[in-house]
């Protein structure tokens, strides 16, 4: 799936806003094992690198305005607790500088925890120029009025035809952005229709708006919470699709060593040893075996299913379902 991610919404990780790290770094995971195609151009760098330190500078300006404000009066003044409220007050002040001066270090080295995940961002994917006709397009667009963008401001439109070039026809786009020159004056949080009217033309296919990163992982990814469990969560889905008996081999070798299995990670499991002949065929294999008697030791233990012995029922399943 074709996913563009908009210079404002990574400068969005540098302000005071909801955006959660996390979100970035499932993306970049996502990106690095090929279930994404993360589209990135020399343009959203470009934006990126050249807009980045003013909005630190503005929120570190914001954070130092942080404070505490006492107001005491005589009948509080008198009470050893309110000296320890001034006391809190002034090691607030000693920590808000202390974090500021931290966070301009850390920016001037490029070394803020945003920069790292968003760097593991660009890693992950290739970085494509936008060629001169593009930009001649782009500044065509905005001069005929046409959206995205406004008058004076081509990044919008360039990303647009960048798209319209760069995104293969007959594939869908999922566009992630939170600026309203791409949703519709109508419907909030959906495309303009001006451009899904056009991307559908020219590209044969649907191109969706998202308004954060959350939104797009919530919908499309919602069984990953934590990045690191990504990896997990694909090699599920190569067990599941398994073709042959040496990727089932490979997939439970990289899972037979986890422990810690979402109800719902275990439904697919115990389904795809159920439905997947390249799974079932070879039970008897001491890896196969003894994943399965694992895996559904621990649905027992969850719940999920009811048999006192969780090995004896997954392969009187397996028996009924090979021989009707």
Known sequence: MNVFIDTNVLLDFF??????????????????????????????????????????AKSISEFNKSKIELHRPNIIRGHAESLELEQIQKRFKELVKILSDRAVTEAHSISTKADLVIGELFESATINKVIDPII??????????????????????????????????????????????????????????????????????????????????????????????????????????????????????????????TPTELQKIINAYLSNNQINWIIGDDDVKAFADKIVTLAYANGLINEVLPLEFMLKELEKRMNP
């Open 15 to 56: 302000r005071m806003s909801s955006g959660d790290l996390e979100e970035i770094r499932k993306v970049a995971r996502l990106s690095a094992n090929n279930r994404i195609t993360l589209l990135i151009n020399d343009f959203i760098w470009d934006e990126f690198t050249r807009n980045r330190e003013g909005v630190i």
């Open 136 to 261: 001649g397009k782009a500044f065509q667009r905005v001069s005929l009025g046409r959206p995205p963008g406004k008058e004076g401001s081509h990044g919008d439109a360039i990303h647009w035809e960048w798209l319209l070039h760069h995104v293969p026809k007959g594939e869908d786009l999922y566009l992630i952005s939170r600026d309203g020159d791409f949703e519709s004056h109508i419907s909030e949080g959906l495309l303009a229709s001006y451009l899904q009217s056009e991307w559908k033309s020219t590209k044969e296919s649907q191109c969706t708006l998202y308004r954060s990163l959350a939104d797009f992982l919530n919908e499309h990814f919602a069984d990953i919470k934590l990045a690191d469990e990504i990896d997990k969560y694909i090699t599920i889905e190569r067990l599941e699709r398994s073709p042959n008996f040496a990727t089932t081999h490979n997939a439970i070798k990289d899972l037979i060593g986890i422990d810690d299995y």
